[in-house]
């Protein structure tokens, strides 16, 4: 479990929604089980979580770094949020924004190691506060390396926002803000893929059988 103070937990025993209360592609029709988390749910979930950061956060120049490919929607979505507090606040500040994308490869040795992808000279962070914003990632020994590599540039604060926690051991690292707190199922839909696909659904859902061996044969 997400070791986050403030999050919306969903039961292990959540079935979630029928998808014919929704709308939902017709190329997708066959492909999901059932409708997990509704977008209503997580874009008002989007909008507490950028009250909180702005309240931790907002003191002080802002980079908002966001972990492509997975974290692009929940990143648009918290960052309109996050602008529209800043713009009507009488303490606003300065943000600017970044995108990479982290690879992970073995070397000879067999130990775990991470390639940042993109985004603009690390030094810029240094003074920050710096909010890295990513999707859902079981492990988190990735995030823990990357943190490790932003921790050499001295930023004045980093937190991390993810869209959704579960499986990360605490002792790695402590997420920051996490939107939902989700039990071990397949869920794909607002940028999470399968394959690279479901990343245009709006809703979080969990993927049939169907879908997946339908996805498979397109994407081999």
Known sequence: RSSSASCFAISDDEQG????????PKHYATDLERVYIPHGLILDRTERLARE????????????????????????DL???????NRNSD????????FIRL?????????GEIKVIGGD???????KNVLIVED?????????????LLKQYNPKMVKVARSAGGLTPSFLFKLSYVRFE??????????????EYFRDLNHICVISETGKEKEETQSS
């Open 79 to 85: 960052l309109d949020y996050i602008k529209a507090l």
């Open 17 to 24: 929604y029928d998808l014919d209360l929704f709308c939902i």
């Open 53 to 76: 950061i702005m309240k931790e956060m907002g003191g002080h120049h802002i980079v908002a770094l966001c972990v492509l490919k997975g974290g692009y929607k929940f990143f648009a």
């Open 91 to 98: 303490r606003s500040i300065p943000m600017t924004v970044d």
């Open 121 to 127: 000279d690390l030094s810029t962070l240094t003074g």
């Open 182 to 195: 989700v039990p071990d199922k397949f869920v794909v839909g607002y940028a999470l893929d399968y394959n």
């Open 103 to 111: 690879k992970s490869y073995c070397n000879d040795q067999s130990t």
């Open 136 to 148: 859902i990632i079981d492990t988190g020994k990735t995030m823990k390396t990357l943190l490790q």
